[in-house]
């Protein structure tokens, strides 16, 4: 079966980077995800990684895969006050998004 | 390009009522997912539909049905509303039989009083 877990909160001083973290079960996922939420909107895709990707690089965003620990890490550079919102970490599997919790950044001047 | 589209965007039903709820996907996008959003539990799949077909269902039960049309628009209706049932409906399209790309709309809120 699947199951995403996120840590549910991070601070981090703006202009700082912010590294949200994640950890999955389903091996068998292609795809790994990650969503912002802001408050009162839908999702909006971030990025995505592909499963025998170790790394991805997108302006401010790194994403970093461990398929070894089923681990995936989202990195933010200079983190700034718009990028306060929730963040899923998501997998895929016959068709659907599994998604974690997600975690709330607060970013603070 | 327009995005996802979801009407209506906000909806207030009682107890025992059945609501469709709409969506729009992308241009050229066939496959069409639905995801409930509640705080406690979170984002969880309804289903999904791809050129009419659904290809895959949640865990839910029966009063919640889907459909999608053969121009890709889908609905998902609620028969004999819950108070449980109040959340947020995200519809989200992707183009192709295999794409990994999902884009999502803005949501509909229920409220069930």
């Known amino acids: 079966g699947e199951d995403v877990e996120q840590s549910l909160f991070l601070s981090v001083r703006e202009g700082d980077s912010s590294v949200i973290n994640c950890t999955y079960t389903d091996s068998s996922s292609t795809y790994l995800y990650w969503y912002k939420q802001e408050p009162g909107a839908g999702l909006q895709l971030l990025t995505y990684i592909f499963s025998n990707m170790d790394m991805k690089q997108d302006q401010r965003l790194t994403v970093l895969l461990n398929k070894k620990d089923k681990h995936l890490s989202l990195r933010i550079a200079d983190t700034q006050t718009g990028d306060s919102a929730i963040y899923f970490c998501?997998?895929?599997?016959?068709?659907?998004?599994?998604f974690g919790a997600g975690t709330t950044v607060t970013v603070r001047a | 390009k327009a995005g996802v589209t979801q009407t209506p965007r906000y909806l207030i039903k009682t107890r025992g009522q059945q609501v469709t709820l709409s969506c729009s996907p992308i241009?050229?996008?066939?496959?069409v997912s639905w995801y409930q959003q509640t705080p406690g539990q979170g984002l969880q799949f309804l289903f999904e539909y791809f050129s009419e077909t659904q290809r895959n269902k949640g865990n839910f039960p029966g009063r919640f049905s889907g459909r999608q049309f053969s121009n890709s628009r889908s609905e998902m209706n609620v028969s004999t509303l819950e108070l449980g049932d109040s959340a947020l409906y995200l519809c989200?399209?992707?183009?192709?039989?295999?794409?990994?790309?999902?884009?999502f709309g803005p949501g509909t809120r229920l409220t069930v009083t």
């Open positions: 989200a399209s992707s183009y192709g039989q295999a794409s990994y790309e999902q884009y």
């Open positions: 241009s050229g996008h066939r496959s």
């Open positions: 998501a997998e895929t599997h016959d068709y659907k998004l599994s």
